[in-house]
């Protein structure tokens, strides 16, 4: 039996982001180099975005490259800058056909010209689409985000575009690079490691966090069906008292 007919469709998270992690390990576990591993991880993406537009999800942010990814080996680089280029290519009629937009968040211009051009590309080709949003982090690091706001901010208020005094966390908010998009309520990472690793430090202050054993490459819709039935088990306080959220 498939778990997804447990899950309380009023009750779904409308964003849930999730560092897709070990992929590496999964194709070292198999004797296989790591780029193995990127490759197969793909096939995860495919089905937990359609999975996600299937169940109605609103927002799926998925953490491709983080900033710090930069500093791996060359050759590993290239390999997964190649697979994202064929990759976004290969997807975009199938993302048109199931009405999925994509949006990027991240440092863009670090990019190779053939990556950044695929990628434009996919932005404009899927721009009319109105079911799920698809984020892909890409070269993208909370704390590059957050000082990247802050020089905005500095820029505008220099300029005589924003007051000092006027600046509460809804200003910040529409600094980031996040700005269009609602809170994620769910954080998954795949693979055993129990870290943030600079994703979306500001966004997730109130996200239920899940971690799961199982590597990357090895999830699937059955999995985040898992996700989200722990997520609705649990009570979402703010701050407040038990007796306060339940009454
Ligand atoms: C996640 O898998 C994919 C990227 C970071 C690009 P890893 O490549 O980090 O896999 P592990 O953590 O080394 O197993
Ligand atoms: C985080 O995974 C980044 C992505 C999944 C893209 P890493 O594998 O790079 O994180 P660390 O280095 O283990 O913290
Ligand atoms: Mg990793």
Do not use: C
């Not at 953490?63 to 975009?92: C, H, Q």
Request: without cysteine; charged residues 25%; negative net charge.
């Amino acid at each position: 039996m498939s778990l997804r007919v447990l899950i309380d469709e009023n009750r779904l998270p409308e964003h849930i982001a999730i560092i897709m992690d070990g992929n590496g390990r999964w194709a070292q576990e198999q004797g296989q180099d790591r780029l193995f591993g990127h490759f197969h991880g793909v096939a995860s993406v495919r089905d937990i975005v359609e999975g996600s537009a299937e169940l109605g999800i609103k927002y799926l942010t998925l953490y491709a490259f983080s900033t710090e990814n930069w500093d791996r080996p060359k050759e590993e680089v290239a390999g997964l800058m190649g697979l994202l280029v064929e990759t976004i290519r290969k997807e975009v009629p199938i993302l048109n056909k199931n009405n999925i937009r994509i949006h990027v968040i991240g440092e863009l211009s670090m990019l190779p010209d053939h990556a950044h051009n695929a990628l434009e590309e996919a932005l404009d080709m899927t721009s009319a689409n109105t079911g799920l949003n698809l984020i892909l982090a890409l070269s993208y690091s909370s704390r590059w985000e957050l000082v990247n706001a802050v020089k905005k901010i500095a820029t505008d208020v220099q300029e005589g575009k924003l007051a000092p005094e006027t600046i509460g966390q809804d200003t910040l908010q529409q600094y980031l690079a996040t700005s269009a998009f609602p809170d994620p309520e769910l954080m998954i990472r795949t693979s055993g490691e129990y870290r943030i690793s600079n994703f979306l430090l500001y966004q997730l202050a109130y996200a239920e966090l899940y971690f799961t054993q199982t590597r990357w490459p090895d999830f699937r819709k059955e999995n985040l069906y898992e996700a989200i039935l722990d997520f609705q088990k649990r009570e979402r306080r703010f701050g407040k008292t038990s007796q306060q959220v339940s009454s």
